[in-house]
Every structure is written in structure tokens, then in C-alpha cells.
T-cell receptor, first 113, second 113 residues
Framework: GDSVTQMEGPVTLSEEAFLTINCTYT??????LFWYVQYPGEGLQLLLK?????DKGSNKGFEATYRKETTSFHLEKGSVQVSDSAVYFC????????????FGKGTRLSVIA | KAGVTQTPRYLIKTRGQQVTLSCSPI?????VSWYQQTPGQGLQFLFE???????NKGNFPGRFSGRQFSNSRSEMNVSTLELGDSALYLC????????????FGPGTRLTVL
């Protein structure tokens, strides 16, 4: 079945450091890919998405490129801030058929000043 | 536009009891999905309702049930609570069942003692 694998955390970075959170997926067909973020005590917020190969999703300085050849959707940010501390989830949605979002296990990011 | 709301935000129950959680989707959204989030299992899909019909169901026992009303509001019920049911229960809504863009509520934190 469909699955998403994320790098395990926690990830601890200093402010202004470069961030990469790896995400790879297994799915039939051509799924849409997402990054969600969950701040402490809150639900999930959609951070960015990409719906086809080579698409780049971007938002709030975060970027991820849909790489079909490597089945990856790694999240990057050039300079993290303390306010980016949260849990990040990679997810996929298979566009054919009524299937739910499939999430990775999440990666906790802590940014220290 | 108001976001997805969930009530109550926090709930404490004892083993064997039952509980009902409520979710009000974004106005105009007809699809509501429920997820269980635990530290060990991550985010797991429970079920999805669209136009008052259950359209998709995850791999949970029959103690977990749900329904959707004509105004798209949804409830989920867990009967005969077990300690392992302690979790954050998240509701997400989307337009016309297009799971490509799901909007999450803040969740209900259920603790079973």
C-alpha cells in the first residue's frame, strides 16, 4: 500500500541554519504530495503542496520539489527561525479513487536562538 | 471564514465509558475526515464522511463510529473506551470531498484513565 517515510527526529538547529527534512514515498500512480506543520497544542496546517512531478511547492520560505525519479519530496528552508519550531509531516494523496491522506510519522524541529 | 472547530478540546474519561466528539467543518465544505494521532502510531485515518455518507474507513475496530449531519457537521463516537484510545483526535474538512486540500481543526485531546 501507499506509504510515506520521513527522517526521524528530533532535529535541533540554531537560528539561521539551513533545514532539510527528508521525505520519500511509495505509491501507485501519480500522487499529490504535501507538507503539513503542527505547532504545539494545535492541529495541522498545510504548509505547501505539489501535484505533479517537478512541481515546486513553496510557502513562508519553505520549499519542496516533487521528484518522481527518486520518489522524494524533501522540505528545505534556507534560514530557520525559532518560530519554525514545530512538528512537520509529509503526506501523500493518491488522486485516483477515494483514498485518504497518508502521513509520515512526523519530524520534530527545535530551533534554538 | 471560520476554520474547522472541534469540541470539546479536552476530555477525560475512564475505561469502559463512551465518548462523542464533535466537528464543525468550514462553511461550504461537505467532506469531513477523522484522524487519530498518538506518539507511537502517528496520524492514522479513521473515516471520511461526504454528504452524510461514510465514504472511506480506516483500520479501526467497530467501537469507533461516526456520522455526518445534513449541515456537514460530524460526530465520532468511541464506545467501551480503552487506555490505548488516549490520543489527539483531529478532524479535517475539504470541499466536495477533494482531499487534496484538507483543513484541520485543533483537535480533541482524549485521556482515558
Amino acid at each position: 500500500g501507499d506509504s510515506v517515510t520521513q527522517m526521524e527526529g528530533p532535529v535541533t538547529l540554531s537560528e539561521e541554519a539551513f533545514l532539510t527534512i527528508n521525505c520519500t514515498y511509495t505509491a501507485t500512480g501519480y500522487p499529490s504530495l504535501f507538507w503539513y506543520v503542527q505547532y504545539p497544542g494545535e492541529g495541522l496546517q498545510l504548509l505547501l503542496k505539489a501535484t505533479k512531478a517537478d512541481d515546486k511547492g513553496s510557502n513562508k520560505g519553505f520549499e519542496a520539489t516533487y521528484r518522481k525519479e527518486t520518489t522524494s519530496f524533501h522540505l528545505e528552508k534556507g534560514s530557520v527561525q525559532v518560530s519554525d519550531s514545530a512538528v512537520y509531516f509529509c503526506a501523500l494523496f493518491r488522486n485516483s479513487g477515494n483514498t485518504p491522506l497518508v502521513f509520515g510519522k512526523g519530524t520534530r524541529l527545535s530551533v534554538i536562538a | 471564514k471560520a476554520g474547522v472547530t472541534q469540541t470539546p478540546r479536552y476530555l477525560i474519561k475512564t475505561r469502559g465509558q463512551q465518548v462523542t466528539l464533535s466537528c464543525s467543518p468550514i462553511s461550504g465544505h461537505r467532506s469531513v475526515s477523522w484522524y487519530q494521532q498518538t506518539p507511537g502510531q502517528g496520524l492514522q485515518f479513521l473515516f471520511e464522511y461526504f454528504s452524510e455518507t461514510q465514504r472511506n474507513k480506516g483500520n479501526f475496530p467497530g467501537r469507533f463510529s461516526g456520522r455526518q449531519f445534513s449541515n456537514s457537521r460530524s460526530e465520532m463516537n468511541v464506545s467501551t473506551l480503552e487506555l490505548g484510545d488516549s490520543a489527539l483526535y483531529l478532524c479535517a474538512s475539504s470541499l466536495a470531498g477533494d482531499s487534496n486540500e484538507q483543513f484541520f481543526g485543533p483537535g480533541t485531546r482524549l485521556t482515558v484513565l
